[in-house]
């Protein structure tokens, strides 16, 4: 889980510093993928850990805290639109 976070970390990283398009682009696929595999590791974890009438739960704990994650980090910051 730590070598998908520390990927996830650099694609960002890269892709928020490019000026180049492709670069973006491709930094922004292998987020995605390694998003998913991070999702799939903690998924299965998460299954294994807890008895069989509990997974549910579990699940939406982890789903839950997830979507907190993503809603509690800074916002970029919005540039004004002149009308």
């Known amino acids: 889980m730590l070598a998908f976070l520390g990927v996830f970390a650099v694609t960002h990283t890269v892709g928020a510093l490019t000026s180049d398009y492709g ?4 930094t922004r696929v292998v987020g995605a993928f390694v998003y998913a595999g991070f999702w799939a590791v903690a998924a299965a974890t998460t299954v294994s850990l807890v008895p069989a009438t509990a997974r549910g739960k579990a699940m939406g704990i982890v789903a839950v805290g997830q979507g907190r994650s993503r809603a509690a ?11």
Do not use: I, M, N, S
């Not at 670069?23 to 491709?26: E, N």
């Not at 980090?73 to 009308?83: D, F, I, L, N, Q």
């Open 23 to 26: 670069v973006l682009f491709a």
């Open 73 to 83: 980090a800074p916002a970029k910051e919005r540039t004004k639109v002149a009308v």
